[in-house]
């Protein structure tokens, strides 16, 4: 039998990068964020996100961090290639939190979307 842990598809591919599968998920899951389809996240958008993935929406602190940490537009919007660098540090990180996030979002332990 395999355990949960060897049946679950991997966040971080063998050479310490997002796998592709991985990087596939965030990329559907910033265009189902991304409401007026502009390209980048808004703050609107971003609370959106966390609210849905944290149940409280984003800090002003946390926000911040975003434009100071993370590519941003000359706007504050997070780029797709921010919502990456994001989830690249959480999972690095805190991988069960990125688990948990994406349970949230409707996928299962092979990144596939739930039924």
């Known amino acids: 039998l395999k355990t949960t842990r060897e049946a679950m598809t991997s966040l971080i591919a063998e050479d ?10 965030l990329e559907e ?3 189902r964020f991304d409401a007026d389809k502009d390209g980048v996240l808004s703050v609107l958008e971003l609370n959106a ?3 849905t993935c944290n149940g409280t929406p984003i800090t002003n602190a946390e926000l911040q961090d975003i434009k100071e940490n993370l590519d941003v537009d000359a ?17 690095m990180g805190e991988e069960d939190q990125t688990w948990k996030d ?5 996928y299962d332990k092979t990144l596939n979307k739930k039924k």
Request: a negative charge; aromatic letters at 16%; glycine letters at 10%.
């Open 49 to 51: 996100f966390y609210k």
């Open 75 to 91: 706007t504050g919007s997070l780029t797709l290639k921010g919502f990456i660098q994001l989830y690249a540090m959480q999972t």
């Open 29 to 31: 899951l910033f265009e």
């Open 102 to 106: 994406l349970d949230t979002l409707g």
């Open 16 to 25: 310490g990068d997002l796998s592709e599968k991985f990087l596939d998920v």
